[in-house]
């Protein structure tokens, strides 16, 4: 017997919910989109969200360490 009820269609998606953009590569530190990508992304067609996936191992170096927030500057500046 076959259960259709269940199959769904569903959008691919490289959310990992760690949704932090960061500050300057103005890119997700979690799925690596950009903010217009994540907006768009349920209304792009299947090879727009294709292309953007075969992107996204390309993106982790946009992502530079981060020197310690502000507490680290604020160390920085009172030397």
Same mark, same amino acid.
């Given at each position: 017997?076959?259960?259709d009820? %269940?199959? #769904?269609?569903? /959008?691919?998606?490289?959310?990992? *919910?760690?949704?932090?953009?960061?500050? @300057?590569? #103005?890119? $997700?530190?979690? $799925?690596?989109?950009? /903010?217009? @990508? /994540?907006?768009? %992304?349920? *209304?792009?067609?299947?090879?727009e =969200? +294709?292309? /953007?996936?075969? @992107?996204?191992?390309? !993106?982790?170096?946009?992502? *530079?360490?981060? !020197?310690?927030? =502000?507490a680290? !500057?604020?160390? !920085?500046? +009172?030397?």
């Open positions: 017997m076959k259960d009820v %269940w199959q #769904r269609d569903e /959008i691919e998606s490289p959310c990992v *919910k760690l949704c932090v953009v960061h500050p @300057e590569a #103005r890119i $997700c530190a979690g $799925c690596l989109r950009s /903010i217009d @990508e /994540i907006t768009r %992304w349920s *209304k792009m067609t299947q090879q =969200r +294709a292309r /953007i996936m075969a @992107e996204l191992p390309n !993106r982790r170096g946009h992502l *530079k360490k981060r !020197r310690g927030g =502000r680290a !500057r604020l160390g !920085r500046e +009172a030397t």
